[in-house]
């Protein structure tokens, strides 16, 4: 599967951004996705996944209650939704997926993640 991240931009501190992760192929129903994000220079971070028929979620805790992970598999599509940001939001956002069941103590590892797309800018201002 190829995925593509879009979504990305400026924005002030408090403001709402969502970010949109397309999947080509016909098996992204069969995958695990989550969000995962790096911000300069610093090691690239889990931010949130979701299993595969999105009734499952989970969170990094500084993003708890802000954002919100979900997916449309009809579509292809993942999504997150970002509201009351803040600069240290501020990253490189990444999506990734792997063909395997959603474990809380999976969906952290980045390298359990099979697929990636190539990341999209957030950027918060203060």
């Known amino acids: 599967v190829q995925l593509q991240a879009s979504g990305g931009g400026l924005v002030k501190a408090g403001g709402s951004l969502r970010l949109s992760c397309t999947a080509s192929?016909?098996?992204?129903?069969?995958?695990?996705m989550g969000w995962f994000r790096q911000a300069p220079g610093k090691e690239r971070e889990f931010v949130a996944a979701?299993?595969?028929?999105?009734?499952?979620?989970y969170y990094t805790d500084s993003v708890k209650g802000r954002f919100t992970i979900f997916r449309d598999n009809a579509k292809k599509t993942m999504l997150l939704q970002m509201n009351s940001l803040n600069p240290e939001d501020t990253a490189i956002y990444y999506c990734?997926?792997?063909?395997?069941?959603?474990?809380?103590?999976?969906?952290?590892?980045?390298?359990?993640?099979?697929?990636w797309g190539q990341g999209t800018l957030v950027t918060v201002s203060s």
């Open positions: 979701i299993g595969r028929s999105g009734g499952m979620t």
């Open positions: 192929g016909r098996t992204f129903s069969t995958y695990t």
């Open positions: 990734a997926g792997y063909a395997n069941s959603f474990r809380p103590s999976s969906v952290v590892n980045d390298e359990n993640y099979d697929y």
